[in-house]
């Protein structure tokens, strides 16, 4: 007679395979900016890979092919518009970001749209920025990024070198902006099992008859 045990390992091997689509769900993407298209004092942007894990971590990797190490003076700035509308966020019109993931002086810095100002006063404990072989990379969890499945994004840098920086953008100004599309398994939400009341709480008069 199959038991228990054997109904356990049906069910088992049941959420296995349910499962198993999900596995690897991770994906990245590329995107291309012409190089040497601005200032030669400026980060040239070149390459751009957006990738996430199945926990939806966001990595942005930035090659900048004219910087070893970036100066103090150069700010890189990549702007996320969660709800994909433009006018919403800040730089309404334009662009509508409403998140900021910044380089200035070796300091990373993550900023929030708010009431159409940034806010770089809490940083998400997802956040993370280092530079290394001439490639910027920063990373932050979809949560911290309005939670959105897909978002646009563009990215801006400047040499702040004498009274007249130098800039460079990608992609270019006027030209749509690049979009991604985060693939990551859903979150199963589990929610705890109702609590039967007690009958003397569902019927104080039944039990005042045992009495």
């Not at 395979?17 to 040497?36: E, F, K, V, W």
């Not at 800039?167 to 749509?176: E, Q, R, S, Y």
């Amino acid at each position: 007679m199959r038991g228990p045990t054997w109904a356990l390992g049906v069910a088992g091997t049941a959420c296995l395979l349910l499962l198993a689509p999900l596995a690897g769900a991770s994906n990245s993407s590329p995107y291309a900016d012409a190089a040497a298209d601005g200032p030669a004092a400026a980060p040239d942007l070149t390459a751009v890979e957006v990738s996430n894990d199945d926990a939806a971590n966001i990595t942005f990797r930035i090659s900048i092919p004219n910087r070893a190490d970036l100066a103090d003076t150069d700010l890189v700035g990549l702007l996320v518009d969660a709800d994909g509308k433009t006018g919403t966020g800040c730089a309404r019109g334009v662009f509508g970001a409403e998140y900021a993931l910044d380089v200035l002086a070796g300091r990373y810095a993550f900023g929030r749209c708010v009431r159409g100002r940034w806010d770089f006063g809490r940083r998400p404990a997802s956040f993370r920025g280092a530079f290394a072989a001439s490639t910027l990379t920063l990373k932050a969890n979809r949560r911290d990024l309005g939670g959105a499945s897909r978002f646009t994004f563009r990215i801006g840098a400047a040499a702040a070198t004498g009274a007249d920086p130098a800039f460079d953008f990608a992609p270019d100004v006027g030209t749509a902006a690049w979009s991604y599309q985060v693939i990551a398994p859903p979150q199963a939400v589990f929610k705890p099992p109702k609590r039967k009341a007690h009958a003397c709480k569902s019927r104080p008069r039944a039990c005042l008859r045992r009495v």
